[in-house]
Nanobody, 123 residues
């Protein structure tokens, strides 16, 4: 079984910064793409940023130049550095990972979600 545990959310003023962390644990063979998604009240969940195992990154347009995604493969951890935060960044942020597990010689690739961490940006 694999789980993702997020941390780092909270309340911050406009223009402030936060750093989210997400650590994977459990029966992990390797982790492919990891990413951060967010869901604001009354809106659909959207992708914020993703990073491949090789370090290639992508960002949604609204966060380019303000957010930075990174990962530590040795620690199975992905980070999201969020700078110049705006009220419209307020949302529950979810970590996501494509995790390969190996059990009894059977490999499976699972899409795992974290429990979410709330980021609130006050104006």
């Amino acid at each position: 079984q694999v789980q993702l545990v997020e941390s780092g959310g909270g309340l911050v003023q406009t223009g402030g910064s936060l750093r989210l962390s997400c650590a994977a644990s459990g029966n992990i063979f390797n982790i492919n793409t990891m990413g951060w998604y967010r869901q604001a009240p009354g809106k659909q969940r959207e992708v914020v940023a993703t990073i491949t195992s090789g370090g290639s990154t992508s960002y949604t347009d609204s966060v380019k130049g303000r957010f930075t995604i990174s990962r530590d493969n040795a620690k199975n951890t992905v980070y999201l550095q969020m700078n110049s935060l705006k009220p419209e960044d307020t949302a529950v942020y979810y970590c996501n990972a494509d995790v390969a597990t190996l059990s009894m010689d059977i490999m499976r690739v699972l899409e795992i979600w974290g429990q979410g961490t709330l980021v609130t940006v006050s104006s």
